[in-house]
């Protein structure tokens, strides 16, 4: 795992360094002269150092956290996307255990974003045909023949009457989808299929929401000219198309944890964000920072610090790095607060390829 390997490596090095690690322990306090009377105090904690804190960071616990991220997803859809029941449990997760620590002060900052997701199923005489939906799509269903639409269906004369009720195919090039998408809709369309005008897949975005757009998606070159030659054999070709998406905004959380010690006019910062794709639970992106910083956090709670260190879990990064623009749009009307600010280290997709020598020394330690 890179984090158990580069990243979190690179965490451990950099931390106490940038912490300001160098002051030695404070003696010991003096035994109590009455004995029973109190229980003795804890142990003073020394400042932190890169050693320490590697030692803390194990691969039981990483892998720990990374399956509590998994049972979040399986117990919401198979997914932690933002403002799914998924991510609001991974939330809650990272603020119980940062606020257990009793190390940090520990916030969950709200800010509303655009969530779009869906999936289509699109069927033909031939059988099943993999289609992929585009951001922003309404939903919608339909039943009816393909209507081959002339040129590359950017203009109103390019559907024919014929395509009202039923399913445009049109091929890709020259304009955008969203173009395809509403010229397909203004004719009266039911619905908009896109074929590739190269080899492979094709997905893309309608670029902005609740425009006048039909339901739209993409399918590959191959079965778009399937589909052309079955017409030209039989005459028409029959299909259903089922788009189920959904566009709306859905209010979510960053959280924000920071040293209650160390000198917060001088902070480093380290983070990663905490949201999956629609798809799946997202276990290595970004689950694996995720977790990463989350064990950092929690070990370095257990030294001191010279300078504050803040711990950043940002939301809505797969849609476009929305939690840390939100995060920064909010420290941006005060010069003095981004001036405190020393350095951020950011962890995404960490867990993949660890490097040799770390291979070596977690065999040798069971420690990464």
């Known amino acids: 795992m890179r984090t158990s390997a580069c990243s979190l490596a690179c965490a451990a090095l950099l931390l106490p360094a940038l912490a300001g690690a160098t002051a030695a322990p404070p003696p010991p306090p003096a035994k109590s002269k009455k004995p029973c009377a109190t229980p003795p105090p804890k142990p003073p904690k020394h400042f932190v150092t890169s050693e320490k804190l590697q030692d803390l960071i194990t691969i ?15 117990a919401n859809g198979g997914t932690r996307a933002f403002g799914s029941g998924g991510h609001s449990a991974t939330v809650d997760y990272l603020v119980d255990t940062l606020s257990a620590t009793n190390y940090y002060n520990v916030t969950k ?15 033909a005489d031939s059988g099943a045909i993999e289609a992929k939906i ?3 799509t309404p939903g919608g269903a339909v039943e009816g023949v393909f209507v081959p639409v002339a040129n590359l269906g950017c203009d ?10 039923n399913i445009a195919l049109i091929s890709r090039g020259t304009c955008t989808f969203a173009e395809k998408s509403t010229a397909a809709k203004a004719a009266g369309a039911g619905a908009a ?24 998606v993409g399918i590959t070159q191959a079965d778009g000219q399937a589909i052309l030659a079955a017409i030209e054999a039989n005459g028409a070709v ?11 905004e859905r209010v979510t959380f960053n959280v924000i944890a920071e040293t209650k010690t160390g000198d917060h006019d001088n902070v480093l910062v380290l983070g990663g964000h905490t949201d999956s794709v629609s798809d799946g639970p997202g276990i290595n992106d970004d689950g694996s920072g995720t977790i990463g910083v989350l064990n950092v956090a929690v070990a370095l709670s257990k030294f001191k610090v010279k300078n504050a260190v803040r711990f950043g879990f940002w939301s809505a990064e797969e ?5 840390s623009y939100a995060y920064i749009n909010s420290l941006n009307g005060s010069e003095t607060e981004l001036a405190k600010l020393r350095a951020y280290l950011n962890f995404d997709m960490v867990s993949s390829d660890p490097l ?13």
């Open 60 to 74: 039981d616990g990483l892998l720990a956290g990374a399956q509590k991220l998994q049972s979040f997803a399986d």
């Open 109 to 123: 900052q709200p800010f509303t974003a655009l969530y779009s997701s869906g999936k289509a199923t699109l069927t």
């Open 134 to 136: 585009m951001t922003y």
């Open 156 to 165: 109103a004369a390019d559907y024919p009457a014929e395509v009202a009720g």
């Open 193 to 216: 299929v896109i074929y590739n005008n190269a080899e492979g897949t094709i997905s893309g975005t309608l670029g902005e929401p609740f425009g006048e757009y039909a339901p739209v």
């Open 238 to 248: 029959q299909a259903q198309l089922v788009v189920d998406a959904v566009t709306e």
């Open 319 to 323: 849609f476009g790095l929305l939690g």
């Open 356 to 368: 040799p020598f770390l291979k070596e020394k977690e065999n040798k330690t069971g420690r990464c």
